[in-house]
Each structure stands twice: as C-alpha cells, then as structure tokens.
C-alpha cells in the first residue's frame, strides 16, 4: 500500500505556475513581494489561480466565472443549471479505471475498487465556473501583501473579506485559504444528513442552521477582527427525528486558536440545560454521525491545524466535483441520491480542473485518529474537493468528497453535499442533503445576540 501512495504522488503534475512553492518553516516566510501581488491581476486571477488553460485545452482559460443569475432564477429558488444541456464526454468504471489513474486520488480510485459493480464517474465539459463578488477579489489582493501567520500558523492577522494567502508559500498557508474562504456575510438554510447502512437504510437527521461571518463582512477591517478574534458564529438546532429534535449546538470560531480557543456549547433537551462543550474539536466524532466522521471533517477541513505538519505538494490536473445542480435540485428526493455504498453516480457531475495538494501528518507529539489526510483543493475558489485520509497503519481509510456548486446569487462558490466514504465499514455519511428542504438564504439578517449561550437555551425550549 505504501509503495501505491509513493507511486501516486510521483504522478503529480506540477502546474506551470510562476510561483515558488519552496517549503519553509513558518517561522522564516517572508511576505509576498510586491511583484508577486503584481501577478495576481496579470497571470494569476485575483484569489491566485492561472488565468490560462492547461496546454491541451481541456480546462478552459479563466473568465470570471458565473457572474449573472441565470435567466428564470429567483432568490430563494433551487438554483437553476446553467449548464444543463452538456452532454456526459465519458464514463470512468472499475473496468477502465486504469487508464485515468493520473488525473484520480488514491482515494477515488480504491473506491472503484471497493464498489466495482456500482461506482462510476461522469464526466462532463470543464466549466471555471467559480467566482466571487469584486470587493472579494479586492481584499485578496490587498491581503497578498499583508496578511501573517502567528502562533506557529494557529492563528492569522492582518487579513480581512477576502483570500489571505492568494501566493501560497506553505500548506498552512493553503488550509488557511480554505478555512477562510468567502461564503457570504451571513446564511440561514435548513437540510440535514443521513448516514445508510450496508443495506441501504437510513435515517435522515435534519438541521436548521445558522451562520454569521464577520471576517466576510464587506468594509471588515484586519484591525478590529484581530481585536475581536472571532471568524465566524454558527448555530445549529436538530429539527427531525422527533427524539433529538431540540438538541442544538453554537460554536464562536476565532481567527487565533492560540489566543482564544474554540467555544462551544450544546444544549440537551432532556438536562433542558446549555453545557460548555470543549472537545467538539479534532476527532471528536461528528454529531450523530455513527462515528463516520471526526468533527474536523466538516466543511472537508475546520478548526485549529495544529495537530498536524503541513506541505504544500504543487498542483495537479483533477477530476472533482463540479457544478453539481443536479444533485442540488429539488427535481429529486433523498431517496433518489442514497443507496448502498454510495450515493448515486447517475446525478454527480465530474470536469477536470487544477488543484492545489497538501498534504497533512500527524505531528509526533499530537494524537488524532487520522495519521495523515491529503487535501486536494479546487484553486478557482480554495473549496477542498477531494480529501484521502489515512489510519495509524498508513492504510486508506476515509475518503472525503465535497460536491461543489457556483451560488450565483452571491456569488459564492460552495458545497450542496459533502460525503465522506468510510472504506473499512463500507459506509458512508452524506452532509447537506438540501433537495427536500427550504433553500439556503444568504440575505438572511441575523443579530450577533443570538449567537449567545442564553439564545441556545431559549430557542431549545421552544
């Protein structure tokens, strides 16, 4: 197995960027020359990807991406796809698999092995379709050189709104791209998630969540985020089944891990009582999950990263996830995506694209139930696509796919479904099953007063 993943890895094609991706300690980074940021409105687009095709034309050149409502949308709608006349170019299964194992993860491949009847992949025409409002791409650039890492890469100052990192130098630097990405200002959605056993049956669990994002506010100034040191406040209250529906979870997330840790809190409806929850971090597993996630998987990667040493590999030409409406729509029910094994490949859409690798070891001194995780980053939005993760025994043991879509009324480029396959049980947990539910509300207007722990307790006794 080890001499599979070395194998892999030297297949990585290294994209004609004209950055270097020279690995250096924290400690000794330098600040992004003024060059360099110079770039990011010629060769690279402003959040650091190429502007140009790959020498083959199988990704396009990058245009901007989605930058109007598609025609017949309205705010509050399912959106609607854009692309929905392209037709599938090939199909990948386990008898031609081989043949495009350079543009695969180890992860992706060992699930046409253990699903070889069922599991399929199909591929449409590359769409960058990914893309952000214009004062995003303003704070990006005006990150590029500014922005540093504290506490060791456990923390973060002098960015704000936008990508803080758009000339990576380190993997710390490439996951902290990821975790502050732009989402929005705020958003109320409702969905939920089911985790199928072997069989195919399931329970779906439904959430209504919401989220306020002061680092994505437009006008945040880097000053006043590292004097308040929050990222984002999420809150979550469970809605269905009737037996943990009340159960509820807050959680203030701060730029500075270090600093301020994570602060949680949860609320059980049989106590009636708010509890500070501390271990909702690492791998703590994930709510109600049947332990086929850590808490660390949500979102592909959050919360602090310093369990871990990270190494950004380069680039790689990718097949992922992308502009997924179809599995987005409200045309389907949960019924129609869950099945054994996997969900169903008829409604998944797959393009190539460039990806940023990074990798992630477990640090000596650290614990956590994953050794080592791969991330493969989408680099038109700095969205994990892709994540292969490994055991104690450097064997293959989750793989982590997120289902991304362009949110156009934003814009926002972000995931309708994660799921993660757990390859030892043959199970897997999909996240954000929104086809059935009231659609994602990004205007949502949302007081910071109701992200507080006597919010949590008045809101689970209704």
Known sequence: MINIIKNSLKKLTLASVAVSLAIVSTATLAK????????????????GAVRAGNKDGSIPSWSGGITSVPAGYTVGDHHIDPFSTDKVKYTITAANVAEHKAMLTPGQVKLF?????????????????????????????????????????????????????????????AIWNHILRYRGESLSREGGQAAPTASGDYTYLGFDDQLIIPYGVKGASAE??????????????????????GTALLVHETMNQIQTPRQAWTYNTGQRRVRRAPNVAYDTPGTASDGLRTTDDFDMFNGAPNRYNWTLKGKQELLIPYNDYRLHSDKLKYAD??????????????????????????????????????????????????????????????????????????????????????????????????????????????????????????????
Do not use: C
């Open 224 to 245: 006043k985020l590292k004097e308040t040191n929050i990222l984002f406040k999420f809150k979550q209250k469970v809605t269905e089944p009737a037996r943990l529906a």
């Open 32 to 47: 992004v020359s003024p060059t360099e940021v110079a770039k990011l409105s010629k060769e690279l687009t402003p959040i």
């Open 337 to 462: 995506i869950l099945q054994p094994g996997h969900i169903n490949p008829e409604h998944v859409r797959y393009e190539k694209h460039r990806v940023w690798v990074v990798e992630a070891n477990l640090k000596s001194d650290t614990r956590h139930t994953y050794k080592k995780r791969v991330f493969f980053i989408d680099e038109d939005s700095w969205q994990i696509a892709v994540t292969d993760i490994y055991d104690n025994r450097d064997e293959l043991y989750r793989v982590g796919v997120a289902h991304g879509l362009n949110y156009y009324e934003v814009p926002t480029q972000w995931s309708t479904l994660e799921v993660f396959h757990d390859l030892q049980s043959r199970r897997y947990i999909a996240m954000g099953l929104d086809n059935e539910a009231k659609m994602y509300d990004f205007s949502a207007e949302l007081e910071d007063i109701s992200f507080t722990s006597s919010a949590l307790r008045r809101e689970g006794r209704r």
């Open 113 to 173: 092995e253990t699903y070889p009847d069922t599991y399929k992949m199909n591929v449409y025409q590359s769409r960058r379709s990914a893309s952000y409002p214009e004062h995003v791409y303003q704070a990006s650039i005006d990150n590029a050189g500014r922005t540093e890492l504290v506490e060791g890469g456990n923390g973060i100052e002098n960015a704000a709104v936008g990508i803080p990192f758009p000339v990576p130098k380190d993997g710390l630097e």
